[in-house]
């Protein structure tokens, strides 16, 4: 394999400990883009873009919400179709509700949250938490959009003490507004969250208008195994395909296709929000595209019957202490390349014709690949595929990477694996 992925792993866990929430992931993809001469569009504003058949293509991103982002690449010459991967920058956790602070027992005061996807509950307790997302404040000319990290230990969700529950390795059905509520401070932090947040964004608290804020966990990303085989971090799922792919997308060479780049927000809550997968933002941006370089509604039409579509979203490996939970025959496991994933029901848009062409690719590219399906008499989640299609319909299949303890606040996965996703995701864009 070429060494041009070289390290991909370290810089993918530096970008997951710089992106602690949606917010971040787009901010922190928006900067490298800036560097990398990609021009910012606007949705209210009219898009100028160089036309196909000019002396250079064009490099371009737009963003919704700030939460989701499309990046893409218009090639030197009339373009065939898109060539799209879609990843998301969401992952389960807990949001601030508002007028979150609240007294308890005259002693603490804690935070009311809300779940947000679906987590594992038991791993959120007892490590160090913090808050970030972004605030929305007065500003000069209307208002504005302030990214908040609160970059230290700030919170503490702590378990009840065996003695007072003495079945509670028996199992323990969490009742989120009892039992998921983290520590803020003492009785003397009253009143100062939104104090901390303020000072955090450099704005004045009675300036804050909203917020959308959320936990994560604190403990840094690490490499661990007999062999450092293995990565454990916060937002694997899926941060990993973000990153992995975006990198693939950055080094890829021009092809006959506009390369696309998606990361959509709110997959962990079913995809239905204005920036989800379900959303009309990826279509409203390849119509877009087709518009302004001048093309007809027909042309539009025909590069959309010759698109594809990589749905990137991490897959379950085998769990050493339960494989039982795994197809008897389709097994992934860490480190042993990208991850096909088939669903006799849609809910992985992989089928025949798709897999065969990523297989190809896949070749072209010398990473390994691997099939996932569910057991038979277990259903599985739903991934971005088959919803975004709903709206741009195209030749998709479902990938992802191997890791175990999706959606706890901390995963593991394989450390060779992210070379593997950005390889053939350059391979995909130039193919």
């Known amino acids: 394999m070429a060494n041009i992925f070289k390290d991909i792993t370290d810089r993918m866990l530096t970008f997951i400990d710089e992106s602690p929430t949606c917010f971040h992931v787009v901010d922190n993809l928006k900067k490298q883009l800036k560097k990398a001469g990609y021009t910012e569009l606007f949705e209210n504003e009219e898009w100028k873009i160089s036309p196909a058949s000019g002396k250079k293509g064009g490099k371009y991103f737009v963003t919704r919400n700030d939460s989701s982002i499309i990046s893409f690449r218009i090639p030197k010459k009339d373009f065939k179709g898109f060539y799209m991967i879609a990843s998301h920058s969401d992952s389960p956790s807990f949001k601030i509700k508002e007028n979150p602070e609240m007294e308890a027992g005259g002693a603490y005061v804690k935070l009311n949250v809300e779940k947000y996807g679906g987590m594992l509950c038991a791993e959120w307790f007892d490590r160090p938490l913090s808050?970030?997302?972004?605030?929305?404040?007065?500003?000069?000319?209307?208002?504005?959009?302030?990214?908040?990290?609160?970059?230290?230990?700030?919170?503490?969700?702590?378990?009840?003490?065996?003695?007072?529950?003495?079945?509670?390795?028996?199992?323990?059905?969490?009742?989120?507004?009892?039992?998921?509520?983290?520590?803020?401070?003492?009785?003397?932090?009253?009143?100062?969250?939104?104090?901390?947040?303020?000072?955090?964004?450099?704005?004045?608290k009675e300036d804050i208008l909203g917020h959308d804020l959320f936990l994560y966990n604190r403990v840094k990303p690490t490499v661990w195994g007999a062999n450092g085989e293995y990565i454990a971090s916060s937002r694997l799922d899926d941060q990993e395909c973000v990153y992995t792919t975006f990198e693939g997308f950055m080094k890829a060479s021009d092809s006959e296709n506009v390369a696309v780049h998606c990361v959509f927000d709110n997959e962990e809550v079913g995809s239905g929000t204005k920036q989800g997968a379900d959303s009309t933002f990826l279509k409203d941006t390849l119509t877009r595209i087709n518009m302004a370089l001048g093309r007809s509604r027909e042309q539009y039409y025909t590069a959309v019957a010759n698109s594809f579509m990589l749905s990137a979203d991490n897959a379950h490996a085998i769990h050493?202490?339960?494989?039982?939970?795994?197809?008897?025959v389709n097994r992934p496991v860490?480190?042993?390349?990208?991850?096909?994933?088939?669903?006799?029901?849609?809910?992985?848009?992989?089928?025949?014709?798709?897999?065969?062409?990523?297989?190809?690719?896949?070749?072209?590219?010398?990473v390994p690949y691997q099939s996932f399906t569910n057991r038979s008499d277990m259903p599985g989640g739903s991934t971005?595929?088959?919803?975004?299609?709903?709206q741009v319909s195209v030749n998709t299949v479902d990938i992802g990477l191997a890791q175990l303890a999706m959606h706890s606040p901390y995963e593991s996965a394989g450390s060779k694996d992210p070379e593997y996703m950005a390889a053939v995701s350059k391979v995909f864009y130039e193919f």
């Open 131 to 204: 808050v970030a997302g972004r605030v929305i404040v007065k500003g000069k000319k209307g208002v504005e959009t302030k990214l908040v990290n609160v970059d230290r230990d700030l919170l503490m969700l702590p378990a009840l003490a065996i003695h007072m529950n003495r079945e509670a390795n028996d199992g323990y059905k969490y009742n989120a507004q009892n039992d998921m509520l983290p520590i803020f401070g003492d009785a003397d932090a009253k009143d100062s969250f939104f104090d901390i947040i303020a000072e955090t964004a450099g704005v004045k």
């Open 320 to 328: 050493p202490n339960h494989l039982d939970k795994a197809d008897p």
């Open 384 to 390: 971005l595929g088959n919803i975004s299609t709903a």
């Open 334 to 366: 860490m480190n042993k390349g990208v991850v096909i994933k088939y669903n006799a029901n849609q809910k992985y848009t992989t089928d025949a014709v798709s897999a065969a062409t990523f297989k190809l690719m896949c070749d072209k590219a010398k």
